[in-house]
């Protein structure tokens, strides 16, 4: 099984006011689950890992231990945090190393085959929706 995990971190103001979202879709494409979450005020940066966390958790809750036994390929618009978590470029701000190491013990514990892709802002849309839905629910 093939599963793609769209997520997105925002800030308005670096630190400022800042949500994550996440969506799963299925093999043929389909939206499967969503997942937003208000931050507070953190940096962009922290927001963005803090999505890729809550799309894990969030797959975790929809797929249990079959998580083991399927490819998930987690689709963001932030290069930075993506080549940090591909083991390009090393985790040098010390705010997002706490960030970094949570989702490193969810990818040991329960999602083995899981790839990290960079995509145009213009592709994250529906990610991007749900973490400006929790910026301004809050």
Same mark, same amino acid.
Do not use: C, H, P
């Given at each position: 099984m093939n599963i793609k995990i769209f997520t997105d971190g925002g800030s308005r103001g670096n630190p400022g006011i800042?949500?994550?979202?996440? #969506? @799963? =879709?299925?093999?043929?494409?389909n939206e499967m689950r969503t997942t937003? *979450? =208000?931050l507070g005020k953190k940096t962009n940066n922290w927001a963005e890992y803090e999505a890729v966390i809550i799309g894990l958790e969030l797959a975790y *809750? #929809? =797929?249990?231990?079959?998580?083991? $036994?399927?490819? =998930? $390929? @987690? *689709?963001?618009?932030?290069?930075? #945090?993506q080549?940090?978590?591909?083991? /390009?470029?090393? #985790? *040098? $701000?010390?705010?997002?190393?706490e960030q970094f190491l949570r989702i490193h013990n969810l990818i040991v514990k329960y999602f083995p085959n899981i790839k990290f892709t960079h995509i145009p802002r213009? /592709?994250?849309?529906?990610?991007? /929706?749900?973490?400006? /839905?929790a910026m301004d629910d809050n």
């Open positions: 800042s949500g994550a979202g996440a #969506v @799963i =879709f299925d093999e043929q494409n937003s *979450k =208000f *809750k #929809v =797929f249990g231990d079959k998580t083991k $036994e399927t490819n =998930f $390929e @987690i *689709k963001m618009d932030s290069q930075l #945090v080549r940090q978590l591909k083991g /390009e470029y090393r #985790v *040098k $701000e010390e705010s997002l190393k213009e /592709e994250n849309k529906r990610a991007d /929706e749900l973490a400006n /839905e």
